[in-house]
């Protein structure tokens, strides 16, 4: 069976293609963290490096996107009655558009450690898809920011508030949407904002946990997770991770696959990834685990989960593949590296901080950016090797995103253009 991530834009991005400086989407062109950029900076910090550093008002965790002169994110206000849009000229620094899209009058709660801006929007030419989950998505011309089209009826409690990016593929936009009431997938046609398909989550949320509560209620029932494309058998298949399993879909019709349950976990955050036949997935919170799951047809037993890791899983950081090592950083800032098709430890050390942003590759080294502002630089392979850690003054939560030679970070109050 072959199993790889599609990567080729033509399938992802309709006909576009992606020059090396564009971050369309959550962890980039083949949304699995990987930039083909080079000469990017290992040492820097807020006065080293910085091209420019531009205030982005506002509370909002979703990491930037970039095509061409422009980066578009978004941000609310704190108590989720305003969100909004920014671009961002890439060159200058200079604010390009800063749009309220949505003004909600009775916000859903919003747990502090999240935002009511989580999602990471998806841009192509012309064209940014925007959404913060059920109060509202939206279409926006990248040349004027005129709203082309937008949904505010999709009904969706959050509980703790989104965090599921959408995902392009041909003429669909594509987003998970799994709060306590409900759980479904959509897939809207892009020109036009019109649903496609919308597939509801097909696990059974009222038994029992494990200490014999209702499993359907609030954070059982919840995820956070980006869907992704990856061929299975010379197909596409959309692979989306909700609370208490993981599921495989087809993407131009919503027909379920291939389901694996994993009753015990909940909160799903990250974006899956995958090679070597596997797909790489973080199950979430409660007993956090990344496991190693062999796609099949039909409900999926525990003959397809090749290998398990408990200790020092993350649960909100996505996973890293390189060659054939599988890298994570869990939350309490232990970075440990794997063999892909066994799961063998390789090692495991700790870079200080928390860390909630995803990991990137770039020029040959690892990314990661703690939630206390440091951005630690190593280099890949068997053995543990710390480059630089850089300090900058807020904090990360947005994972970052690069162009051409340039970082482009996004703390809890600014966008940082760094370069050498």
Avoid at 388 to 402: I, L, R, T, Y
Wanted: aromatic content about 10%; proline content about 5%; hydrophobic content about 35%.
């Amino acid at each position: 069976m072959s199993l790889r991530p599609i990567i080729a834009a033509f399938i992802c991005f309709g006909s576009i293609a992606l020059a090396a400086d564009d971050w369309p989407q959550f962890r980039g062109p083949s949304g699995d963290g990987h930039s083909d950029s080079t000469r990017l900076p290992v040492s820097f910090d807020e006065g080293n490096h910085v091209k420019w550093k531009t205030a982005i008002h506002g509370k909002g965790w979703s990491s930037p996107v970039i095509l061409g002169s422009q980066i578009w994110l978004t941000t609310a206000t704190e108590d989720g009655t305003e969100l909004s849009v920014v671009c961002v000229d890439k060159d200058s620094g200079t604010l390009l558009q800063d749009k309220v899209l949505f003004r909600v009058e009775t916000p859903q709660f919003c747990h502090k450690f999240n935002s009511y801006a989580s999602p990471t929007p998806v841009i192509e030419e012309g064209r940014v898809y925007i959404t913060f989950g059920s109060p509202g998505t939206a279409c926006l011309d990248t040349k004027t920011g005129e709203v082309l089209w937008q949904r505010t009826d999709f009904v969706c409690n959050h509980y703790r508030g989104a965090g599921s990016s959408p995902i392009v593929m041909g003429d669909l936009l594509i987003v998970n949407f799994d709060g306590s009431d409900a759980q479904f997938v959509v897939a809207l046609d892009k020109k036009t904002g019109k649903t496609v398909w919308r597939t509801e989550r097909s696990v059974n949320y009222n038994d029992l946990d494990k200490s014999g509560n209702p499993s359907g209620e609030g954070d059982y029932r919840k995820a956070f997770s980006t869907c992704e494309i990856v061929q299975q058998d010379g197909k596409p298949v959309l692979v989306s991770s909700g609370a208490k399993a993981h599921y495989g879909y087809e993407p131009l019709t919503g027909k379920e696959l291939w389901r694996f349950e994993d009753p015990e976990h909940h909160s799903a955050a990250t974006r899956p990834v995958a090679g070597f036949g596997l797909i790489f997935i973080a199950a979430g919170f409660s007993q956090g685990q990344v496991f190693a799951l062999k796609p099949g047809a039909g409900l999926l037993d525990e003959s397809h989960c090749v290998w398990r890791i408990k200790k020092a899983a993350p649960n909100k950081p996505s996973l890293l593949l390189i060659d054939d090592l599988l890298y994570m950083i869990n939350d309490g800032g232990i970075v440990s590296c794997v063999e892909a098709k066994t799961g063998k430890p390789v090692w495991s050390e700790r870079v200080q901080g928390n860390y909630s942003a995803a990991p990137i590759f770039a020029d040959g080294r690892i990314y990661v950016s703690s939630e206390e502002g440091k951005v630690a630089v190593l280099a890949p392979g068997r053995e543990f090797k710390l480059l630089a850690e850089n300090k900058f003054g807020s904090g990360f939560m947005a994972s970052p995103a690069v162009s051409g030679k340039a970082l482009i970070l996004r703390s809890k109050t600014h966008l940082y253009r760094v370069e050498e």
